[in-house]
């Protein structure tokens, strides 16, 4: 086996080697590639570190005058594609110290002291993951307000509600939908509690011991918008519970869009015919003129498998893993990203086709009663008459029995024929077999009735004004 080596003049790691690295090394080890996204990142923590290299006297004034407007220039040459990495800079970090190299010569250099791109990638990737959170935070709001949107609609729409994709109980269509929202909802929670959690600056702890010299990583922690600096050096560099935490989180996501999805595809199906997609959210096929396809549904289910093999692609490489950095680490940052890019591809979709389809009503409200749905009011109506629930239930079955074997409805059932099956059953009982009364009787906190689902409605649209405000904060300063 050959080995060819490079030389690399921009490499942060030189001094003790007697030639450059393999190529096939180089090739492995390279990240940036998918790292460069960091570079902002990267910059707001350098201004931070050169601050307080100042303030530790390592830095006089004009130096840092100068850091500063180095960074400036090179976070413009970054934002402007001016400077771009090359094929020689390992990573987000050499390709930015060989930018502040190229702008400041030997005081580039400087930058460097008390600090390792250990402490460096914990910092940018939670800064990152931060930023980004809050950008799908609001993508899911926008997700949601498009269901409350349809949802307002369909307070008092009836449809069948379903178990086991069994016709089970009516439920309004608004109700349904709002069901959709709840999840959203937790997972905002979920980004908002992540975030508390991931708002600790690693900065200062260097390779994995801090520093000697006299760094000020609170400060930091303050200036990079954290709420406090990591307590100990070594956990520090090696927590990436941030990461795994993040990637359950988007998971959780993935999994919502995906019933959401799976819904969406049956609710259009020829079966169902309960939703129309706008032709702009939905697509055609090559071959068959009359195909209408719920493509985005279906990418929607599809994305949640990237999703959840996101977190496993973490939790597993980070599983055994000692103290302090490992390299292998470094496989953290695609499934974050990964998981932010889909995210913001399918989340927009999503709200765009949920808030063009048209909700057949006449279709929903037909379906309501099919599959003798109203036969739990005919048990609970026997139970307000003090019929034991065990017993109304076998009274209910025997009724339900007859209806199947004469193709007929619960209502439909002759007064005599009624009395033959319990003594408990009178033609009152018909006052409930109503979609309508069924709904309407369905008033406690929670419930799929009219009044209920209004309240739901207005209490998720005021939490979602409230996450829209905390998906709009910045948290990375500039
Ligand atoms: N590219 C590396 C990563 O993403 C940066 C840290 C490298 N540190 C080191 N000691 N090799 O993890």
């Not at 980004?191 to 760094?215: E, K």
């Not at 209490?459 to 905390?470: G, N, P, Q």
């Amino acid at each position: 086996m050959t080995s060819s080596t490079s030389t690399n003049r921009t490499s942060l790691w030189g001094g003790r080697f007697s030639g450059g690295p393999a190529e096939a090394l180089a090739r492995l080890s390279v990240s940036v590639q998918f790292d460069w996204r960091l570079a902002p990142y990267d910059l707001a923590g350098s201004r931070a570190h050169a601050r307080v290299l100042a303030h530790a006297g390592l830095l006089d004034a004009e130096e840092l005058g100068k850091m500063l407007a180095a960074l400036d220039d090179l976070e413009a040459a970054c934002a402007s594609g001016a400077f771009r990495p090359t094929v020689e800079d390992e990573d987000v970090h050499t390709a930015l110290e060989r930018g502040l190299l190229e702008r400041l010569g030997t005081l580039g250099g400087k930058l460097r002291a008390g600090r390792s791109r250990n402490d460096q990638v914990a910092t940018d990737l939670r800064l990152y993951l931060r930023d980004h959170a809050r950008g799908v935070a609001l993508r899911l709001v926008e997700l949601a307000d498009a269901l409350v949107e349809q949802a307002e609609r369909h307070v008092e729409t009836p449809a069948p509600g379903m178990t086991h994709v069994q016709h089970a109980q009516p439920v309004t269509f608004g109700h349904w939908l709002l069901a959709h929202v709840q999840p959203l909802l937790r997972d905002l929670e979920r980004l908002r509690d992540w975030d508390a959690r991931a708002a600790v600056s690693p900065l200062g702890s260097g390779a994995l011991a801090g520093s000697s010299l006299p760094l000020d990583p609170v400060q930091v922690a303050k200036e990079l918008g954290f709420a406090t600096a990591a307590p100990n050096s070594m956990d520090a560099v090696a927590d990436r519970d941030f990461v795994a935490e993040f990637l359950f989180v988007t998971a959780m996501i993935g999994v919502h869009l995906s019933r959401l999805g799976e819904e969406v595809v049956m609710w259009t199906s020829q079966e169902f015919g309960w939703v129309e997609l706008d032709d702009a959210f939905a697509t055609g096929s090559s071959i068959m003129p009359q195909k209408k396809n719920a493509d985005i549904a279906e990418l929607a289910r599809g994305k949640s498998g990237r999703l959840i093999g996101g977190l496993m692609t973490v939790l597993t490489m980070l599983k055994g893993l000692p103290l302090t950095y490992d390299r292998d680490m470094q496989e953290d940052k695609e499934p974050a990203f990964d998981a932010v890019d889909q995210l913001q591809l399918v989340l927009p979709a999503l709200a765009g086709m949920i808030s063009t389809m048209t909700v057949r009503a006449d279709r929903l409200a037909a379906a309501a009663p099919v599959g003798y749905t109203l036969a739990t009011e005919v048990a609970d109506w026997l139970v307000r008459k003090g019929v034991p629930f065990r017993e109304a239930h076998e009274i209910t079955g025997k009724l339900v029995a007859l209806c199947v074997a004469r193709d007929c409805a619960l209502d439909e059932v002759s007064d005599e024929d009624l009395a033959a099956i319990s003594d408990h059953l009178d033609p009152d009982v018909r006052s409930v077999l109503s979609v309508k009364s069924a709904l309407a009787a369905r008033t406690t906190y929670g419930s799929t009735g009219p009044g209920p689902v209004a309240d739901q409605l207005a209490a998720a649209a005021d939490k979602l004004i409230t996450w829209r405000t905390w998906s709009e904060e910045s948290v990375v300063p500039r």
